[in-house]
């Protein structure tokens, strides 16, 4: 009985091992599954495909440390429709991520790519076929541009979603065809008609300008998210969720639809 | 002379009261002159000039409060030359925004920040400034003066970015963690974007290990020429400016170098994924 009791838990710890174990990625990337933990400058040297296994964290790569920058260096990172292509972990902070000039895609993720870290520039690549392309978690500072002629589109849910985010920016984006919206400031993963954040979550001090969201319901602030900054875009649907806009600033946009005559 | 003393003293002191004089910016700026010195939304409605009068730091518009928006629609600003400046983002103005980019609404794609000394300068930390077209300024077309975490942006290819100008289109003085991307420089007098202390290219003299810029990222920036008179340097980070990235930007057809670093082996900084001819130094990438 002791014996079997001691088989059993040996084998608990070997099905639980792996599954936790991390690997470290090297300078050079050529398979999904690693960790970034060292503040170093690492390049995707090949195509990465979920089928190569991923991290703990259920992402093709983590980046677990700061000052980190990864260059993707036009190649496709696909998933299988779970989990998360690139994940920028907390400890990310001030990551570095360059796409390069004509980007393959991110794509087949729950999240393309997701940062969690404050001070995070993403200089995007194709995102495309995912959940949500783009997430900002409770993000500081975070800045999302893309070069042009690359986009974030045909995402079923979000094309970038920023949830409970303070500060970030986006700009030099074309957003579109995406499920429920371009882009979501707020907690809500049905869009405007789900539940909002709480007061303790909302997102405020982002700022969009430059950018090109349309033509399906594009850019929306949901309830509660206030004193974002809306300037300068073309945005085929605008919707806020606050009364009167609240704080939140709408100027120089080209809109064709919106819900409230405080935008602009 | 009792009475000429006190009339001397009352000219005085009305020339000093004068001199420091400050109009207040009206959220709606239809002339030069004013000083922004409340927190909120200031959109310029006409052609600005520096023959409209200068604020008391000699500028068209001084920016002096935190959290404000100045909205350039598209209309130009046009100086003398000399020593003023556009638009001033004083050290106070923090978490400025500066939208000067591609006027969609107005239509005007003719806007520029032209004729001033610098085009645009800021001294205050976490500014963002979305570019307009900064050409014909005496020295840079926008200035960044000891700041940290500001944003230098564009908006692609449109416009002519920063441009003509006497010595460079972007220059850093000693700054940390500010950002250059998405807009273009070229046809300056030196160099598209320079980070460091001379006013007079790599061969000047560069900052002090003091006031050196460190942990700034240009990338996804565009400096080419495509006839004469051709920019001397692309990107330059002088001696001494460290731990910066130049990442995935396009430079070429310069006639000194595309990509420059004045430290041996480029120190820190780190050059990659950019497309260039020519360089100084073979870490460059």
């Known amino acids: 009985m002791r014996l079997k009791l001691l088989e059993f838990t040996l084998l608990a710890l070997l099905a639980v091992g792996p599954a936790y174990?991390?690997?470290?990625?090297?300078?050079s990337i050529v398979a999904c599954g690693c960790t970034i933990t060292t503040a170093m400058l690492y390049n995707i040297d090949v195509d990465l495909s979920a089928s190569q296994g991923l991290t703990p964290q259920n992402a093709c790569i983590d980046v677990a440390v700061a000052h980190a920058k990864l260059i993707i260096n036009n190649h496709a990172i696909t998933g299988a429709g779970k989990g998360i292509g690139i994940h920028i972990l907390s400890t990310g902070t001030y990551t570095f991520l360059e796409g390069g000039f004509v980007s393959q895609a991110v794509s087949g993720w729950e999240f393309g790519i997701e940062s969690d870290a404050n001070n995070v520039i993403i200089a995007a690549p194709f995102v495309q076929g995912n959940s949500t392309g783009i997430l900002?978690?409770?993000?500081?500072?975070?800045?999302?541009s893309l070069i042009q002629g690359v986009s974030i589109f045909n995402n079923s849910v979000y094309g970038i979603w920023i949830e409970g985010g303070n500060s970030n920016q986006i700009n030099n984006v074309d957003v579109g065809q995406n499920g429920i919206a371009g882009?979501?400031?707020g907690c809500s993963s049905t869009g405007?008609?789900?539940s909002p954040c709480t007061a303790t979550q909302v997102s405020s001090g982002n700022v969009f300008y430059d950018g090109s969201y349309g033509p399906k319901p594009s850019l929306i602030l949901e309830t509660g998210s206030?004193?974002?900054?809306v300037m300068n875009n073309i945005i085929g649907s605008a919707f806020d969720g606050n009364t009167n806009c609240d704080k939140n600033v709408w100027f120089d946009n080209v809109i064709t639809t919106t819900n409230a005559a405080c935008i602009h | 002379m009792k009475t000429s003393s006190f009339g001397t003293l009352l000219l005085s002191t009305l020339l000093v009261a004068s001199a420091g004089a400050q109009k207040v910016c009206s959220h709606s700026i239809i002339s030069c002159g004013c000083t922004i010195t409340t927190r909120g939304d200031y959109a310029v409605n006409a052609d600005l000039s520096a023959a409209q009068g200068l604020t008391a730091l000699g500028n068209c518009i001084d920016i002096n409060a935190?959290?404000?928006?100045?909205?350039?629609?598209g209309f130009k600003l046009f100086g003398s030359g000399a020593g003023s400046i556009g638009v001033h983002v004083l050290p106070a103005a923090r978490y400025t925004f500066i939208e000067g980019s591609?006027?969609?609404?107005?239509g005007l794609n003719n806007h520029s920040v032209s004729g001033w000394m610098y085009g645009i300068e800021s001294d205050a930390d976490n500014v963002i400034i979305d570019m307009p077209t900064v050409t014909g300024n005496n020295v840079a077309g926008v200035f960044l003066?000891?700041?940290?975490?500001?944003?230098i942006v564009g908006n692609g290819a449109v416009g002519f970015g920063a441009s003509f100008n006497g010595r460079y289109g972007v220059w850093i003085v000693g700054g940390n963690s500010n950002q250059v991307n998405a807009s273009f420089s070229e046809y300056n007098g030196i160099a598209g974007i320079y980070v460091g202390c001379s006013t007079t290219g790599p061969d000047g003299t560069p900052c002090s290990s003091a006031e050196a810029s460190t942990g700034n990222v240009i990338y996804n920036y565009d400096s080419e020429d495509f006839e004469a008179p051709m920019q001397p340097y692309g990107v330059v980070l002088e001696q001494n400016s460290v731990r910066n990235t130049v990442m995935g930007n396009n430079s070429g057809t310069h006639t000194q170098f595309d990509l420059f670093d004045g430290n041996a082996n480029c120190a820190n900084n780190v050059w990659v994924a950019n497309s260039f001819q020519t360089a100084n130094q073979s870490c460059i990438h």
Do not use: E
Request: net charge positive.
């Open chain 1, 136 to 144: 900002l978690k409770q993000t500081y500072n975070n800045k999302v």
């Open chain 2, 145 to 151: 003066n000891k700041t940290y975490n500001n944003r």
């Open chain 1, 226 to 229: 206030t004193r974002n900054t």
């Open chain 1, 21 to 27: 174990a991390q690997k470290s990625c090297s300078q």
């Open chain 2, 66 to 73: 935190a959290h404000a928006k100045l909205f350039l629609r």
């Open chain 1, 183 to 185: 882009v979501y400031v």
């Open chain 1, 192 to 194: 405007p008609t789900g």
């Open chain 2, 102 to 106: 591609r006027p969609l609404l107005t």
